[in-house]
């Protein structure tokens, strides 16, 4: 059974830091696309960055140059290091994997999406 769990969520103020971490367990994460995708209050889900089974990263503009995704092998987890937060940054995040190659199309419409986390919440205040 695949599980996608999240952590790392919570309040922070605005121009703050989190590390969000997703533990993924029956999956080899290394041969799927994973990715995080967010959704705030009466708006859609996006996709926020992925990593495809190639090592390569994808990030949507809003997290261009603040937010990095990396896998930690050892630990089995994905993490994502978000930096700079701002208030638009509120949702709540979820971890998710897909079919290989997806990558780079996930970031930008998250559909397709063949198993998701339970999400943690993000919230940034000013």
């Known amino acids: 059974q695949v599980q996608l769990v999240e952590s790392g969520g919570g309040p922070v103020q605005a121009g703050g830091s989190l590390r969000l971490s997703c533990v993924v367990s029956?999956?080899?994460?290394?041969?799927?696309?994973m990715g995080w995708v967010r959704q705030a209050p009466g708006k859609e889900r996006e996709g926020v960055a992925t990593i495809d089974v190639d090592g390569r990263t994808y990030y949507a503009d809003s997290a261009k140059g603040r937010f990095t995704i990396s896998k930690d092998n050892p630990k089995k987890t994905l993490d994502l290091q978000m930096d700079s937060l701002k208030p638009e940054d509120t949702a709540m995040y979820y971890c998710a994997a897909a079919r290989p190659g997806t990558c780079w199309y996930l970031v930008r419409s998250p559909r397709n999406i063949e198993h998701w986390g339970q999400g943690t919440q993000v919230s940034v205040s000013l």
């Open positions: 029956g999956l080899n994460y290394n041969s799927v696309c």
